[in-house]
């Protein structure tokens, strides 16, 4: 069984910037691709980015794209993802997910909440 962890979520103003870490237990971390959903009140839950285990392939949503980078250490067992120039519309819990697919939702983070001000 894996674990997830998230932290790094917080309060921040438009345009500022947060790096959100998820550190997962176990030693098949590499074996996994990794991603980030996020679930903003009153909407679905919606995906954001994934990183291939190599961290060679990384999709990203279009609302996200450019703004915000994911990352991997696999010796750290930790994934990354950088936000910048963040909006409003950014403001969800952000849950870190592990996968066989580039669309990984096998296991999931218990969420961390980002909130942007303007």
């Known amino acids: 069984q894996v674990q997830l962890v998230e932290s790094g979520g917080g309060l921040v103003q438009l345009g500022g910037s947060l790096r959100l870490s998820c550190a997962a237990s176990?030693?098949?971390?590499?074996?996994?691709?990794a991603g980030w959903f996020r679930q903003a009140p009153g909407k679905e839950r919606e995906f954001v980015a994934a990183?291939?285990?190599?961290?060679?392939?990384?999709p990203y949503a279009n609302s996200v794209k450019g703004r915000f980078t994911i990352s991997r250490d696999n010796a750290k067992n930790t994934v990354y993802l950088q936000m910048n120039s963040l909006k409003p519309e950014d403001t969800a819990v952000y849950y870190c997910?592990?996968?066989?697919?580039?669309?990984?939702?096998?296991?999931w983070g218990q969420g961390t909440q980002v909130t942007v001000s303007s």
């Open positions: 990183i291939s285990t190599s961290g060679g392939t990384t």
């Open positions: 176990g030693r098949t971390f590499g074996t996994y691709a």
């Open positions: 997910t592990l996968g066989v697919t580039m669309y990984p939702t096998m296991y």
